[in-house]
């Protein structure tokens, strides 16, 4: 049982770990610069757009049903220009964004928040993973440390959504377009957060339900 458990918790460590550095992965080993372009030739494209004002990814969301698949792209496979909708694009802004001091305290908030949310539910979930080893399972102690780090991940699912919707209206200042509305919706992907601390803290009752059981068995022989 304890090797199944093992097992199970070196792949959510590689599965984590995946997701985090995937997109990294992704992008070094595909040519970024273009086909038959090199890095001279892309800073020299950057260079020649003269970016001085800020670059944001946004959300954007149709204004109304006339501009859902507005835009369109060149299929290379059909030879057809096919419609497209947008959701997310990088874009850059010609309008140089007015320093705020409360940019860079926003900034370290949210790194140094979000950071200790998962350093935090790191260390806890080594604890749980040495406890479980040892044969210390039905303890208050594990219930705890579980229902802590399904706090934790609530905590970093709202968290992340409220530093969405503070972005969203910085970036409000900034762009408004023909066809698209800003959205302040986040990535959905943040919702397996929401889930996965549902999840433990559901795990954390189950495991305390077995011990009261388990003391009442006890008290009965």
């Known amino acids: 049982m304890k090797v199944k458990f093992n097992i199970l918790c070196i ?7 995946w997701g985090m550095t995937s997109p990294m992965i992704m992008s070094s080993t595909t040519n970024m610069y273009g086909e038959g372009k090199t890095e001279k030739d892309f800073f020299e494209r950057m260079q020649s757009l003269n970016l001085s004002g800020p670059t944001e990814i946004l959300q954007l969301w149709p204004k109304d049903a006339d501009h859902w698949f507005a835009d369109s792209i060149y299929n290379k496979k059909s030879g057809k220009i096919e419609p497209m909708q947008i959701f997310s694009a990088q874009v850059h802004s010609s309008v140089v ?16 928040s979000l950071g200790l949310i998962m350093m935090v539910f790191t260390v806890l979930f080594i604890s749980i993973i040495i406890s479980v080893n040892r044969g ?21 699912y709202l968290l992340r959504h409220i530093y969405a919707y503070y972005q969203a209206g910085k970036l409000a200042e900034l762009y408004e377009f023909e066809n698209y509305s800003l959205s302040n919706y986040s990535d959905p992907m943040i919702t397996f957060f929401a889930i996965g601390g549902v999840g433990l803290l559901l795990i954390a009752q189950i495991f305390a339900i077995a011990r009261r059981m388990k003391e009442e068995q006890d008290l009965t022989i």
């Open 97 to 112: 964004k007015n320093t705020d001091s409360n940019d860079g305290f926003y900034a370290m908030l949210r790194g140094f």
């Open 136 to 156: 210390k399972i039905f303890t208050r102690s594990l219930e705890n440390r579980l229902s802590i780090c399904g706090c934790l991940l609530i905590a970093e």
């Open 11 to 17: 792949i959510i460590v590689l599965l984590s770990v």
